[in-house]
């Protein structure tokens, strides 16, 4: 359950590394081959290696901001619950979504519990798929950003957090589908 004021589990080694400033990088580029990466699935309790998508099938990466099973981003709560609602819309375009989150396994179990979700929901804790992919960081977590990837794996979409443009819309994301995304 969603609370504002249990801070239980925020400061860890996650929170103190991802503490200072980075600002959002420029990596990996439009039109580029993206990061591998393998991580658990906790919705579903396997093991996710983005390369299996490869030449089957376009990917949503929604990486976002999650500080503990207990505290959500402001600004990506509703974007996930919103994800979550729409995931079949997603699926039914031929597009896998994966959530990646920084919180641990635990932490993960508890928050797909909690939402409900559908989706999948891959754990990060060491923040290193953030790191790869420039999202940047601020007060104890990666920043949140969405990607998506051709059925070759290349990027042909991504969208970086900004105080004026927090996360992009399930409509935004879906028309960008239908307009450039081929079966």
Known sequence: MLTSTDFS????????????????????????????????????????????YRDKQPVLLALTRIFTEKQY???CFPHIKALNEN????????????????????QSQIVVKDLSLKMPLLSDPSCNVFRNYGVG????????????????GKLIYKHLFSFLDHNAGIERLLSYIDGNVND
Not at 91 to 103: A, D, F, W
Request: overall charge negative; some cysteine; aromatic content about 10%.
């Open 73 to 75: 981003c402001p600004f």
């Open 87 to 106: 995931y079949e819309e997603f699926k039914n375009r031929g597009v896998e979504v994966l959530m990646i989150t920084s919180t641990d396994e635990r």
């Open 137 to 152: 960081q601020a007060l104890g977590a990666p920043l949140p950003g969405q990607f998506i990837l051709d059925k070759q």
């Open 9 to 52: 589990g925020l400061f860890n080694e996650r929170f103190f590394n991802n503490f200072l400033p980075i600002p959002a990088g420029n990596s990996p580029q439009l039109g580029q081959l993206t990061p591998q990466f393998q991580l658990p699935d906790i919705t579903n309790g396997t093991l996710v290696k983005l390369s299996d």
